[in-house]
């Protein structure tokens, strides 16, 4: 091998200690091994830069887009609340998400599939108490799974038969081709997840809100008519297991029921009494059928109701507004803003909002147009005004328009009509256009940090590629176990594959090493599609890394991961899978 190649050799893997040990995240260890590649003069320019231009970075860009959409219009409650449901523990919340997951996966592009249902499954999480570690890691892992199961799974699929029937015009591919495999592989690969997640998949705590330094407030929610939860119970409506919040009465009919049994049934008109985090607060507005108790004060802000967020803005020292209740302050009239709670020195205040004294330090949440920001941030009546993320109403009403554009994005790509990045970008185009979202909220959808990182992973993936050093490492691992006969043969290309694609990307992994498997084939004796196979089920086989395959990066950040979680979890069942898929595949094609 040429220096060059040597060199590419051994920043990839100080990238890959870097982020093990965890002393950097992957796109600032990535991006630093990109550019030594520059300065070494391995890559170009232009060569660098395509990692920033290709066309799986920029679809998983327009993704989050879509996703932002999916989730700013509650487009995909009824999958919480009728596929995911309530689940009693970790493992029942696994395996509730992760089998339809799967399936969707063999049919639909894996990318799409994470996309959407990240955000779903984070606030599901939040909602049932387990830690988001434990569920998008098993998210990302059943897309790949189930994407082994048929032909159009996963895109990998797609570049190994068309290699082969390159190479041979008379090969016949059918939907099933690699089911009696993928079957057995997503099965195992379930059941592993399952069964050892609770002993290597660590539980991240820091990635759940802290409850205990939190600031709660006291918060008053009212059920609106012809509202989908009305006949609920208080637990079969999710409003009893929010982290950080606790309902403490309703008000029905002017009579006060304390104590509220978790079968309660909801009514038109009920106002529910909450105590609890601003996180949970923020949550109970993206519920159906719930608006703030002082909803008239609300709906005499004007404006669009989608522009609303949450401020949170203490009473300063010398506020004209200390001394006076916010009836007589004229609160809402006087600055725009309606008063949703006020906490105090520590303690939240309960009762009728309009009645509560103001005092300086006073810490009010307050609901808002965006323009309070801009007016209010100087003003002397408050200390400090700052918004609350994430604090948009949920647009319910355009949730079917959501569900609409997503399911003719998902259509016409899977269809073969319109590639993903086209039809993604039309797709968000049109969401932005029917304001499903805002351009600020699109804007913020993007994981900048994620891009980055698959951008230089695919350069760094180059640099391997243009050297030589990817295929000197696959055919070393080849030669290596060819003289052990055709299960040799075939598991020397398995490892090959699979180790080459934690390094660059599946696709560049099989396109790489498919003369290597051929050729290997041939030695040994083995049919061409036994040998196919392999290539494809190692090519997707990427769970020792986050960097192998870009759904790992896009859970990485909000899992809270560490890169030793990925090699921990994860090296068990590449091991595992690798045996499987070899011995299944020589005992039904080659034997």
């Given at each position: ?363 009010l949440l307050l609901e808002t147009q965006p323009t309070f920001l801009d007016a209010y941030r100087n003003d002397r009546s408050f200390a400090l005004v700052s918004q609350v993320n994430h604090s948009t109403p949920v647009r319910h009403e355009r949730g ?71 295929q000197f490492l696959g055919e070393s691992l080849v030669m290596l176990t060819a003289p052990l006969g055709k299960l040799g043969a075939m598991g020397g290309v398995y490892l090959a594959v699979m180790v080459l694609t934690e390094l660059v990307t599946n ?85």
């Amino acid at each position: 091998m040429t220096w060059q190649a040597w060199a590419s050799i051994l920043l990839m893997l100080a990238s890959v200690v870097t982020m093990a040990r965890g002393l950097a995240r992957p796109d600032l260890a990535l991006t630093g091994a990109m550019t030594c590649l520059l300065l070494l003069g391995i890559l170009t320019p232009g060569q660098a830069a395509e990692g920033f231009g290709n066309e799986g970075m920029l679809t998983v860009a327009v993704l989050f887009v879509v996703a932002a959409g999916i989730e700013a219009t509650g487009a995909m409650d009824w999958v919480v609340r009728r596929v995911l449901g309530r689940p009693k523990s970790t493992i029942a919340a696994q395996s509730r998400m992760m089998f339809p997951v799967a399936a969707m996966s063999a049919f639909l592009n894996n990318t799409p599939v994470v996309a959407m249902m990240l955000p779903i499954v984070q606030d599901w999480a939040k909602r049932i108490g387990v830690s988001p570690a434990k569920l998008l890691m098993p998210l990302s892992w059943a897309t790949i799974l189930g994407g082994t199961v048929t032909i159009i799974g996963t895109s990998t699929n797609l570049v190994v038969t068309g290699l082969a029937s390159k190479r041979h015009a008379e090969l016949a591919w059918n939907l099933f081709e690699i089911a009696p495999i993928g079957l057995v592989v997503t099965a195992v690969g379930l059941t592993y997840i399952v069964v050892m997640s609770r002993w290597l998949l660590p539980d991240r705590s820091g990635a759940m809100p802290d409850l205990e330094n939190a600031r709660d407030y006291s918060v008053a929610f009212r059920v609106v008519p012809n509202a989908p939860i009305i006949g609920s119970t208080i637990e079969g409506a999710g409003l009893r297991h929010l982290p950080g919040l606790y309902l403490v009465e309703i008000e029905r009919e002017g009579e006060t029921l304390a104590a509220v049994a978790p079968d309660t049934k909801l009514k038109d008109g009920d106002v529910l009494i909450f105590v609890g985090i601003l996180e949970s607060v923020v949550d109970l507005r993206k519920f159906r059928g719930l608006v703030p108790a002082v909803d008239d004060q609300v709906k005499k802000l004007g404006g669009p109701t989608s522009g609303r967020r949450l401020v949170e803005a203490v009473v300063a020292y010398g506020s004209p507004l200390a001394g006076k209740t916010v009836r007589e302050a004229a609160f809402r009239t006087r600055y725009r803003a309606a008063i949703i709670a006020v906490h105090r020195n520590g303690a939240r205040l309960g009762g009728k909002i309009g009645d509560i004294e103001l005092r300086f330090g006073d810490t009010l949440l307050l609901e808002t147009q965006p323009t309070f920001l801009d007016a209010y941030r100087n003003d002397r009546s408050f200390a400090l005004v700052s918004q609350v993320n994430h604090s948009t109403p949920v647009r319910h009403e355009r949730g079917w328009i959501a569900v609409l554009l997503l399911l003719t994005m998902v259509g016409v790509n899977a269809f073969g009509w319109v590639n993903l990045f086209t039809a993604g970008l039309v797709c968000a185009g049109a969401m932005l256009a029917t304001n499903c979202l805002t351009g600020p909220e699109a804007r913020r959808a993007l994981e900048l940090n994620v891009l980055l990182a698959i951008a230089a992973s695919f350069s760094v993936g180059k640099a391997l590629e243009i050297t030589g050093a990817a295929q000197f490492l696959g055919e070393s691992l080849v030669m290596l176990t060819a003289p052990l006969g055709k299960l040799g043969a075939m598991g020397g290309v398995y490892l090959a594959v699979m180790v080459l694609t934690e390094l660059v990307t599946n696709n560049a992994a099989a396109a790489l090493l498919f003369p290597v498997a051929m050729a290997a084939g041939e030695a040994a004796g083995i049919p061409i599609k036994p040998m196919c196979y392999v290539v494809m089920f190692a090519a997707s086989a990427s769970f020792m890394t986050p960097i192998g395959y870009q759904t790992n990066l896009m859970v990485y950040g909000p899992g809270g991961y560490r890169f030793s979680d990925f090699i921990r979890f994860g090296a068990p069942l590449q091991i595992l899978l690798a045996i499987i898929t070899v011995l299944i595949t020589y005992t039904l094609y080659v034997r």
